[in-house]
């Protein structure tokens, strides 16, 4: 089993920025691709980046290329998103996740889910 602790999120006024964290225990960590999701109310969960196992490539939705950044550091079995330049659209729990397969654009494809943690941007 693996255990996901996002942690970071807050309150920020629009153009701020903020740094998200997701902590793991458990199996192997760097035996995974990881990314980050997000959900607003009501509507669906939408990924935001993805980090390849390494850390060596990644990839992001068109609504945060440009601001957001995402890494890993196997050796603290830790990821981050960099979020800048941050937007009231961009207000949603953020949650992060574990996959076998890099490249995986969709929920279901994610084996392991933290619990999330909350980005309120405003205007």
């Known amino acids: 089993q693996v255990q996901l602790v996002e942690s970071g999120g807050g309150l920020v006024q629009a153009g701020g920025s903020l740094r998200l964290s997701c902590a793991a225990s458990g199996r192997a960590f760097s035996s995974y691709a990881m990314g980050w999701f997000r959900q607003a109310p009501g509507k669906e969960r939408d990924l935001v980046a993805a980090?390849?196992?390494?850390?060596?490539?990644?990839f992001y939705s068109d609504s945060v290329k440009g601001r957001f950044t995402i890494s890993r550091d196997n050796a603290k079995n830790t990821m981050y998103l960099q979020m800048n330049s941050l937007r009231p659209e961009d207000t949603a729990v953020y949650l992060c996740?574990?996959?076998?397969?890099?490249?995986?654009?969709?929920?279901?494809?994610?084996?392991?889910w933290g619990q999330g943690t909350q980005v309120t941007v405003s205007s």
């Open positions: 996740a574990l996959s076998t397969v890099f490249g995986a654009w969709f929920s279901y494809e994610y084996d392991y």
């Open positions: 980090i390849s196992r390494s850390g060596n490539s990644s």
